[in-house]
């Protein structure tokens, strides 16, 4: 009897949680922050908060496909489900269908991978980080392309004294390969704009042994202190970054030679760790926003003075890729990534590179570059 009621009172315990789950990620939040809320609110007395981190990622990701009206029958649907079902919207897979293997992309988003990399603004003892790692019961595997790139094989990374201290930098593969296609070198001058939240502008720092000149523009004047902030806990020096507030849709700088624009996207690309994101992708609008916004800051920059820039969006759609490089097809110059080309539907599909999560357990990116002239 006591036995039952315990089975009761668990179950009604994790329909409670992941109701409060899917109450803050329909409200719009980032599904580590409306967990954390949920977690706040709705203790799990039975339950490991680490399969329920898992759960709820599931219940997310499978959100379109369930019938109920209310959160509470959605979720109860979902856990009466033995088997799982990721539905997409519909003009998703109309977009997607031709261009990518639908079924592989689908399971990809259940998977989380993270990667990291020793902080060597910090540190030039690599050996010693990976084996304190170890030692925390940490597993990881050197990246075959980013020698300096590691990706999680067994453990959290954030739990450990390492990390807390910055000692190590988790950002994903895609993102470091934005980095490479830019390819800083010591002496360089380099602008990048919308520049939060500061990993790009510290790698760049990394690779050129801190001989480099950084021009961090950002629009938001918060976010733009936070990064600040960061890079100095990174170990950059200040004298190397020059921080500009700027709406980089009307680009003023002009003191590089090369340019970084990761622009601001629909992150789309990044599914598989925020599963939340689908849900603000249920019509085009977010995309189509995005695209619109994206187009103004590429022209802006195609209007300034460099001699090589790199475009980059963390999604997988054309329309925030392909669509708006076509018109500078003439003036795209192949990366040396070892990522996947483009959608070939487009004439610039072979020039520019891709990274796919069911191919390179990484975000979903894509990344030009662009050939620039500084005498204009």
């Known amino acids: 009897m006591n036995s039952g009621k315990s089975l009761e009172k668990k179950s009604r315990e994790i329909k409670d949680f992941l109701s409060a789950l899917l109450f803050y990620v329909e409200k719009g939040y980032p599904y580590p922050v409306s967990f954390k809320r949920a977690k706040d609110i709705k203790k799990l007395k039975y339950n490991d908060y680490e399969k329920a981190y898992e759960i709820g990622r599931a219940l997310v990701l499978s959100y379109f496909s369930l019938e109920g009206r209310s959160r509470r029958k959605k979720v109860e649907e979902f856990l009466f489900r033995k088997e799982l079902s990721i539905v997409l919207p519909d003009w998703m897979n109309r977009s997607l269908e031709k261009r990518i293997p639908l079924e592989k992309y689908k399971e990809s988003l259940l998977k989380r991978n993270v990667w990291f990399r020793v902080n060597r603004s910090k540190t030039q003892n690599e050996e010693k980080i990976i084996r304190s790692l170890e030692l925390s019961d940490i597993e990881a595997e050197q990246d075959k392309e980013f020698t300096f790139l590691f990706k999680v094989r067994k453990g959290d990374l954030t739990r450990t004294k ?22 800083p070198s010591p ?116 209007e300034s003075n460099f001699e090589y820039a790199v475009f980059s969006t963390c999604s997988i759609f054309p329309e925030e890729g392909e669509v708006l490089l076509e018109p500078y097809n003439d003036l795209i110059v192949k990366t040396r990534l070892h990522g996947s080309r483009g959608y070939t539907d487009f004439q610039v599909g072979d020039k520019i590179t891709r990274y796919f999560s069911w191919i390179h357990d990484s975000q979903d990116f894509v990344i030009a570059g662009l050939r620039g002239d500084l005498k204009r």
Not at 162 to 183: G, M, P, T
Not at 246 to 267: E, I, W
């Open 187 to 302: 002496g360089d001058r380099i602008v990048e704009l919308a520049s939060a939240p500061g990993l790009k502008a510290e790698l760049m720092y990394e690779l050129t042994e801190g001989k480099v000149e950084l021009f961090l523009a950002e629009v938001d004047i918060q976010r733009m202190e936070k990064e600040r902030k960061l890079l100095k806990e990174l170990g950059v020096k200040e004298e190397k970054t020059h921080f500009v507030s700027q709406d980089s849709t009307f680009n003023t700088l002009s003191r590089g030679n090369k340019v970084l624009l990761d622009a601001p996207c629909s992150s789309s690309g990044t599914i598989s760790s925020d599963p939340s994101v689908l849900l603000s992708l249920r019509d085009y609008t977010r995309v189509g926003e995005y695209a619109r916004l994206q187009s103004k800051m590429l022209n802006s920059l195609m």
């Open 162 to 183: 390492l990390f807390q201290e910055h000692l190590i930098i988790i950002q994903d593969k895609a993102s470091v390969a934005v980095v490479e296609a830019l390819e």
